[in-house]
């Protein structure tokens, strides 16, 4: 990495001008590393010091020029990372035996395989990725922080960091990749007949219950969509871990509804003759990718999840050249209506035990 650039540490990507850092992040195909994402994140109060999460971005600059990023938080608690380490944990000679902070790079409350750093064209990653190692490593003794992560990372960045001496852990994740299908009969056509039958009877079951799927473009949505799926995704925090807070915030939907339409998608299950959907699906969508994101309903009703989460989605993906779907952690069922695995990548070091790397970029 060349002498004149310089990093800085920042409390909060309030302190990029968003034009600059979404110069570097919109040409992923993740969003969830746009500015406006982590800010919404940031400034609702959903990742904030108060709930466990301090902003601590590394920043990368030439000048006025941003030229690398990396989204961090100081983390004292597992909260919202969903990942187990205490198996690592107990690995560990030093770190975070002696001290309880870490450093975590990731998109908060989002375990989708998306985090990477983020660079500006002409750069060259590998060095860069080797400078910003450094610093990462330099801070993080400077300031007692006892390890440092990197989870849920773009699958085809992980390679590097294993020579780099870090442990990478694999954590597989499902999805469904349209293999050309035309419409949902030719999605059907990929089971066998067993299976066909079954999500037949699925689909027809919430059909007599009364239930119509939609499908809603985000910009299309009425704002009483953000004000419910709040509360829809409230409640079912609520009923799968009712000691904990839920991580996001209303002030986070309202922003999303202000903010974010552009990239979101809405599955709404209808009941007929009521005003209010019986359940709804919050996906992302950017390109030819899609994610599942949050749901919820107002009352149990068998299939429904899989009417609003899985079968309207790839429908509404086959109709709209969606290649890729990613429909959130998730298990076997999974499985039985078509996603495959694919890989998922964390990278994990305690700080006292590398001694290889050094920072070769300036301090301001």
Not at 26 to 33: S, V
Not at 189 to 208: K, L, N, T, Y
Not at 217 to 226: E, I, S, V, W
Not at 288 to 298: I, N
Request: one cysteine or more.
């Amino acid at each position: 990495m060349p002498e004149e650039l310089m990093t800085r540490w920042i409390d909060g990507i309030d302190a990029v001008d968003p034009a600059q850092w979404d110069a570097l992040a919109l040409g992923l195909a993740t969003p969830f590393l746009e500015w406006r994402w982590l800010h919404l994140l940031e400034s609702s109060g959903s990742a904030c010091p108060a709930r466990g999460w301090t902003p601590h971005h590394l920043t990368v600059w030439s000048g006025d020029d941003l030229v690398a990023a990396a989204p961090f938080y100081v983390k004292t608690t597992g909260s919202g990372e969903f990942l187990d380490y205490r198996s690592w944990y107990a690995t560990g000679r030093q770190g975070l035996r002696r001290a309880s902070k870490r450093l975590v790079g990731m998109v908060p409350f989002t375990p989708l395989s998306a985090y990477r750093f983020l660079m500006a064209k002409g750069v060259d990653p590998a060095a860069m990725t080797l400078g910003m190692a450094g610093e990462i490593q330099n801070h993080c003794r400077q300031h007692a922080i006892g390890s440092w992560h990197l989870l849920f990372v773009d699958p085809q960045w992980q390679a590097p960091w294993k020579h780099l001496g870090h442990q990478v852990w694999g954590h597989p994740a499902l999805v469904w990749e349209n293999p050309g299908c035309r419409d949902f009969s030719d999605y059907l056509a990929g089971f066998g007949a067993v299976r066909r039958r079954s999500i037949r009877r699925e689909q027809a079951a919430v059909a007599r219950a009364g239930i119509d799927i939609e499908m809603v473009a985000g910009p299309k949505a009425p704002a009483l969509f953000f004000e419910w799926m709040f509360e829809y995704y409230t409640d079912t925090n609520r009923r799968y871990d009712p000691q904990k807070t839920p991580y996001l915030t209303e002030a986070f939907f309202a922003g999303l509804e202000r903010w974010w339409r552009h990239r979101l998608v809405f599955a709404a299950a209808w009941e007929q003759g009521l005003d209010q959907p019986l359940a709804l699906a919050l996906l992302a969508v950017k390109g030819d990718r899609l994610w599942g994101r949050y749901w919820g309903r107002a009352r149990p009703l068998r299939h429904l999840h899989f009417a609003t989460c899985v079968y309207g989605p790839i429908q509404w993906a086959i109709a709209n050249r969606i290649r890729w779907f990613n429909p959130g952690p998730g298990g076997d069922h999974k499985r039985m209506r078509g996603f495959v695995e694919v890989p998922s990548y964390s990278v994990h070091r305690f700080t006292g035990q590398w001694q290889a790397i050094s920072s070769p970029t300036a301090k301001d």
